[in-house]
């Protein structure tokens, strides 16, 4: 259960490209002293280098770049900054840097509307307040995300919080249900060739070992295929409300159709976003 070795290759080469063009724009920003693309060429740089491995030079980045959109008060630069550093923060610490930041994004993604970047927000204030034992905020924080990102057809960012999710169903005993999910972001990664940071693919390995060694390799299997067999709107309304489909599909995913929610699907969506329970 690994990326496809192209995705990853294309994925690893993507983003390992993205250093040497940010730090392009950040030396024409300078030179031009125009102010908001100096921030904005910042905190795009702080993306790669947060995901190849230079964490401290992706959080200095990321720092540099929330300060610059503070003083020019630029809430979508200030959004893209806090977004990186929650993501950094609630796997490498301190998760309570995480959850303050996060608390500040998400105030102002609402009050403006916003979803792409709070999507990405409350992944990692998910994964911080469930890494400090708030587990029922942390699921709520992370269906919320999902729907945001499936609403928004942010394939990269739905596989992420659906690790999220796997994660927490592991750890809290629901194997069937972790096995599932973690099928069903396999297949996302090899559409959006996403690459984890370091210490979120330990904790992806740590919990496959965990199911696997929970369900055995028959059950793991089976289950896992379910979940790469699924189609977006599907793992949604599994990741979501619990929902299994009635028939697996013969398609891995639906990487072209126009995707679609119930009316259902909506209203359950509508009311994770509002912190309601899955009850």
């Known amino acids: 259960a690994s990326v496809a070795p192209e995705a990853a290759r294309n994925g690893r080469s993507g983003v ?33 280098l947060a995901i190849t491995g230079s964490v401290a030079e992706g959080i200095e980045a990321a720092e540099a770049a929330l300060a610059r959109a503070r003083t ?26 995480a959850i303050e930041l996060g608390d500040e994004g998400i105030a102002i993604s609402e009050a403006r509307g916003e979803l792409w970047a709070r999507g990405y927000i409350l992944i ?29 057809d942010d394939r990269s960012g739905l596989q992420l919080v659906l690790e999220t999710l796997a994660w927490m169903a592991a750890e809290g005993g629901g194997h069937e249900r972790a096995a599932t999910i973690l099928g069903a972001a396999e297949g996302l990664r090899t559409v959006s060739g996403l690459l984890f940071q370091e210490a979120q693919r330990q904790q ?17 299997d089976t289950m896992y295929q379910r979940g790469l067999g699924m189609t977006i709107d599907q793992t949604l309304a599994f990741a979501v409300d619990d929902r299994l489909p009635t028939v697996r599909p013969a398609v891995k995913v639906d990487t072209e159709g126009e995707i679609r929610l119930t009316k259902r699907e909506l209203e359950v969506a509508r009311l994770i976003a509002l912190e309601m329970t899955t009850r």
């Open 72 to 97: 020019l008060e630029s809430r979508p630069i200030q959004l893209v900054a806090i977004a990186v550093l929650c993501n950094i923060f609630q796997m490498t610490g301190p998760p309570a840097r």
């Open 204 to 220: 992806h390995d740590a919990t496959l070992a965990m199911v696997r060694d929970s369900l055995g390799s028959r059950l793991f």
């Open 124 to 152: 990692a204030t998910s994964q911080a307040h469930w890494r400090e034992g708030k587990t029922r905020l942390a699921d709520v924080q992370a269906r919320s995300s999902a729907a945001f990102k499936h609403a928004l």
């Open 16 to 48: 390992a490209a993205g250093r040497p063009v940010g730090r392009g724009g950040r030396r024409l920003a300078l030179a031009a002293g125009n102010g908001q693309a100096i921030a904005w060429s910042v905190a795009g740089l702080a993306i790669p």
